[in-house]
């Protein structure tokens, strides 16, 4: 796949992810798709397949996260997003920065792996009310 090709790959997914769009993002992952995210606030752990991505989707809404592509990054197998996610609820703040690696099946995401800078910000900002 080109760059070009990963770029529209990454930019539909970051948008299915802001929009919940079970369609977009079937198109785009394979059935087995996992995404891991560290930590231990609800929204950590693995999510399996579009529902697991679709419930994770519906916390960062709900969290009012606002997610921001700074760049996209090419590798052998796959490519990574460089992220600043923000967010405020009520008096708990986020300000992070990360990075999503996504390694491919053929033209499909098979796996994601997100690093974050504060993972204990996370958990802080995620906690349960």
Known sequence: MTEDDLRAIAEKFAAAVRTQDREALSS???SE????L???ASISGVAAGVDGILKRAQMLSDHQVNIKVLHVVYGLFGFGLLLHNTGRKGE???DE???TIMQMEGDRIDRLDT???DVAMLEAYFAED
């Open 28 to 30: 785009i992952t394979t």
């Open 33 to 36: 798709v996992t995404w891991t």
């Open 38 to 40: 560290p930590g231990n």
């Open 92 to 94: 708990r703040v986020l």
């Open 97 to 99: 920065h990360l990075t």
């Open 115 to 117: 690093y974050i800078s």
